[in-house]
């Protein structure tokens, strides 16, 4: 159990680490920002959006108050981290490689919060219910 411990928090940390990493650049850095998305084909109103989100994301998967809002955050980076891996892959630009370190980090972290944590069935809802 210890192990599955050590491996969850850090590839949580190293996955919430590169998801903040990349908001903080959103807010401070808006002009790099907004050079990345108008050449992989985005608008860049989303940019602002899409930190807020991303912060959020990790203040959800570190506090673990809510398993729903949990899962979503780690659905909710999946889903930007498989667009920015298409995206980098269409344009051609080579840059892709932060995209599938966050798929792989994604992974490990949502397969050892469920070896460390539990699942969120139905079942342990009604138990807590009773």
Request: some cysteine.
């Amino acid at each position: 159990m210890k192990k599955n411990k050590i491996i969850y928090w850090i590839t949580t940390s190293l996955l919430c680490l590169l998801f903040f990493s990349g908001a903080m650049m959103y807010f401070f850095n808006y002009e790099r920002a907004s050079g990345f998305f108008t050449s992989l084909g985005f608008p860049t109103w989303i940019i602002y959006p899409l930190a807020i989100l991303k912060v959020l994301g990790v203040l959800v998967i570190l506090i673990k108050k809510s398993n729903f809002l949990k899962e979503l955050a780690y659905a909710g980076f999946l889903y930007d981290a498989i667009l920015a891996l298409a995206a980098h892959i269409m344009v051609k630009d080579g840059e892709y490689l932060p995209a599938i370190i966050s798929i792989v980090l994604l992974t490990l972290s949502w397969i050892y919060d469920r070896k460390v944590f539990g699942k969120y069935t139905q079942t342990k809802l009604s138990t807590n219910k009773s």
